[in-house]
């Protein structure tokens, strides 16, 4: 009987956090600047992972092992996909300040509100 | 200038690196949530430690960094790749949500003010430490 590992899913939260890193420096990548100099990109990152996670954090997932997948897919790729240290470092590396404060609030509400959203599309479906 | 393949790839791996932090140290705090009952667990009665403490040393590893002189590719890999891994805000939104629609609403409240006092606080912080290290970008 193999030892019962304390992070079990660790191999599925490694290939989310790849393919969640790669899906963020895409849209942030894609998503240029707006004409006041604001980069929304890490936002819109943020308010769209904290939907999908709180729509899945919600979900009755089925298949034999759900924790697998939430681990897959919450852990990894949306955990790698939005970002905190992007808006802290926005505040400390010359970014404008302005721009950064935008950043940090409408991540911070805008993913609190995403995710309330989130949570009812998922216990409604 | 457009960073290399490799570059990208490295930030890519870098991620990886970050999340398998971050599950580790969630896992490993007292919120661990218990496979079963992912999310569950962690709004009865305790505080979402784990991602606090992840968002707070990332944001503390990317203002060191931001204030080291490293190359680009390094700043990438660090701060874009470990630090956004590591780093996370699509938990932090959904802890709190769990919290307030468990009724503990000052502790939905509390965790975001406090994951973003400490963020900035230990950027500055890691930022001090870079510059005063005496290595920081010199003027040219």
Not at chain 1, 4 to 11: A, K, T
Not at chain 1, 67 to 86: E, P
Not at chain 1, 92 to 109: E, K, N, P, R
Not at chain 2, 56 to 80: D, K, M, N, Q
């Amino acid at each position: 009987m193999p030892r019962r590992s304390r992070l079990p899913y660790w191999r599925e939260v490694a290939l989310g956090g790849a393919i969640g890193t790669a899906a963020r420096i895409a849209l942030d990548t894609a998503v240029g600047p707006l004409a006041g100099g604001w980069d929304p990109g890490i936002a819109l990152i943020n308010v769209l992972g904290a939907v999908a996670l709180g729509w899945l954090s919600v979900r009755a997932l089925s298949g034999a092992d759900p924790a697998r997948w939430r681990a897959f897919a919450g852990t990894g790729i949306l955990g790698s996909f939005t970002t905190f240290s992007a808006l802290s470092l926005a505040l400390v590396d010359g970014t404008s300040l302005g721009a950064g404060l935008a950043s940090l609030v409408v991540s911070v509400l805008g993913g609190v509100a995403g995710a309330a959203l989130g949570h009812r599309w998922g216990a409604a479906a | 200038m457009t960073p290399p393949w490799w570059t990208w790839a490295l930030v890519v791996v870098a991620g990886s690196v970050g999340s398998l932090v971050r599950y580790a140290v969630v896992s490993l705090t007292p919120s661990t949530p218990r496979p079963g009952s992912f999310w569950s667990r962690r709004v009865h009665g305790v505080w979402p430690t784990g991602v606090l403490v992840a968002n707070t040393v990332a944001s503390f590893l990317v203002g060191l960094v931001a204030a080291l002189p490293p190359t680009a590719a390094a700043r990438l890999v660090l701060a874009v790749g470990f630090g956004g891994g590591l780093s996370t805000l699509s938990t932090l939104a959904v802890d709190s949500v769990s919290l307030w629609r468990h009724g503990r609403r000052g502790a939905a409240v509390a965790n975001l003010l406090v994951t973003v006092v400490a963020g900035l606080a230990a950027a500055l912080i890691g930022a001090w430490l870079g510059r005063s290290i005496g290595v920081g970008p010199q003027p040219s």
